[in-house]
């Protein structure tokens, strides 16, 4: 089966930096994903780990530990618009496929 | 084209009927997922479509939803004699390949069964 872990909700502040956990358990590994969705809009792609270490993109890091089942998606200067939920996805391979799965999304708050 | 396309944006329907939504994804991406997201829950995987292989179904929540991809591109989610429950955003993404690409999703359905 698959199992993914998110906080569900978080608070930083304005110009903070902010970590965002996610902890997984899946039929095979294929990469992990990091999506941003506002509300009421489609999630928009953030970043892809597949190998451990640090990817960092701007003001936004993700990390993976694959041997932990874990990941953490870093964002610097924190900025309102950055007010979103965060979704931790993971491909699996699950039989012979490899499908996208999602965890249930961290919703960060920026306050001024 | 430029994203992937869902239509219709918004679906009203009543208890009992029979609705299709449909996801154009984005050209030459051979994989397709279908997700639903429930208002303010994570999204839910449905089913997922990768070049000519059988579907990955494991994720429709009972046989009164289907869905099919025709000619590797367009696909239609069909759920049939809707309930209430089913109200939520249908979400379709395409990727590239099957492996470590991301998906790019199109704006969604909603659907509101009264």
């Known amino acids: 089966g698959q199992n993914i872990d998110q906080p569900t909700e978080m608070t930083a502040t304005e110009g903070a930096i902010v970590q965002i956990n996610c902890t997984y358990q899946t039929s095979g590994f294929n990469g992990l994903f990091w999506y941003q969705q506002h509300a009421g809009e489609a999630p928009t792609f953030l970043s892809y780990n597949v190998l451990d270490g640090l990817e960092e993109k701007g003001r936004f890091s993700s990390f993976l530990s694959r041997s932990k089942g874990y990941s953490y998606l870093l964002l610097k200067e924190l900025q309102m618009k950055d007010s979103a939920s965060y979704l931790c996805a993971v491909r699996g391979n699950g039989g012979a496929t490899n499908k996208l799965i999602f965890g249930t999304g961290t919703l960060l708050a920026v306050q001024p | 084209g430029a994203g992937v396309s869902q239509s219709p944006s918004n679906k009203v329907t009543e208890k009992g009927k029979d609705v299709e939504l449909r996801c154009d994804p984005i050209s030459g991406h051979t994989a397709l997922y279908w997700y639903r997201q429930s208002l303010g829950q994570g999204l839910e995987f449905l089913i997922y479509?990768?070049?000519?292989?059988?579907?990955?179904k494991s994720g429709l929540p009972s046989d009164r939803f289907s869905a099919e991809r025709t000619g590797g591109s367009v696909s239609t989610l069909t759920i049939q004699r809707t309930q209430q429950e089913d109200s939520a955003v249908y979400l379709c993404?395409?990727?590239?390949?099957?492996?470590?690409?991301?998906?790019?999703f199109g704006q969604g359905t909603r659907l509101t069964v009264v």
């Open positions: 993404a395409s990727s590239l390949g099957a492996m470590n690409t991301e998906a790019f």
């Open positions: 479509f990768q070049g000519n292989s059988a579907p990955d």
